[in-house]
T-cell receptor, first 111, second 115 residues
Framework: QKEVEQDPGPLSVPEGAIVSLNCTYS??????FMWYRQYSRKGPELLMY????GNKEDGRFTAQVDKSSKYISLFIRDSQPSDSATYLC???????????FGKGTLLTVNP | GAVVSQHPSWVICKSGTSVKIECRSL??????MFWYRQFPKQSLMLMAT?????????EQGVEKDKFLINHASLTLSTLTVTSAHPEDSSFYIC???????????FGSGTRLTVV
């Protein structure tokens, strides 16, 4: 079993739809959870950063962490064509610990 | 916000030559930087952790003599791919954590093509 599992998609939605992305993990030591957006041939851009369980909202983005289920989610409301990218979940045990990434989900938002 | 600058953004080199990639933290000091490699449609795979003033820590399966990492200052880490071969062609990305700021900031990546 991989440490972090993420459905690679691809996922295609119409503009304005609510997008749900998620990852599961097996290492209970993970404490910090992140979502990154990566456009083609670019470095990942941090979208959301969450410590331990709970919800965090930033504009159209909401991140949820359920440590009891080892499950994290990213919701995108009112999706836009500019949201089309690969979304990577990542997690770490904390501090300057290395990040472990999911495979990424390719999202396309159609106008 | 924290900015990590990575150069070059792309490079083509001949097989057998060496290539150096630079990663700079522009507005913060980074005692630790990370180097990743990403193949097409694959996720980021950590190659090594670069620590300022000490030897890098390599992940299992990564040849430390082939991928030389130098972290001589708090704002600069370099990755040198020595005696590059076509199978080293990939997207290399560095990242750093900006002190007490949340998350890890990534450079824009370097696409290496070995011909």
């Amino acid at each position: 079993q991989k440490e972090v599992e993420q459905d690679p998609g691809p996922l295609s939605v119409p503009e304005g739809a609510i997008v749900s992305l998620n990852c599961t993990y097996s290492n209970s030591a993970f404490q910090y959870f992140m979502w990154y957006r990566q456009y083609s041939r670019k470095g990942p851009e941090l979208l959301m950063y969450t410590y331990s369980s709970g919800n965090k909202e930033d504009g159209r983005f909401t991140a949820q962490v359920d440590k009891s289920s080892k499950y994290i989610s990213l919701f995108i409301r009112d999706s836009q064509p500019s949201d089309s990218a690969t979304y990577l979940c990542a997690m770490s045990q904390g501090g300057n610990y290395k990040l472990t990434f999911g495979k990424g989900t390719l999202l396309t938002v159609n106008p | 916000g924290a900015v990590v600058s990575q150069h070059p953004s792309w490079v083509i080199c001949k097989s057998g030559t060496s290539v150096k990639i630079e990663c700079r933290s522009l507005d913060f000091q980074a005692t630790t930087m990370f180097w990743y490699r990403q193949f097409p449609k694959q996720s980021l795979m950590l190659m090594a952790t670069s620590n300022e003033g000490s030897k890098a820590t390599y992940e299992q399966g990564v040849e430390k003599d082939k991928f030389l990492i130098n972290h001589a200052s708090l704002t600069l880490s370099t990755l040198t791919v020595t005696s590059a071969h076509p199978e080293d062609s990939s997207f290399y990305i560095c990242s750093a954590r900006a002190g007490d700021r949340d998350g890890y900031t990534f450079g824009s990546g370097t696409r290496l093509t070995v011909v």
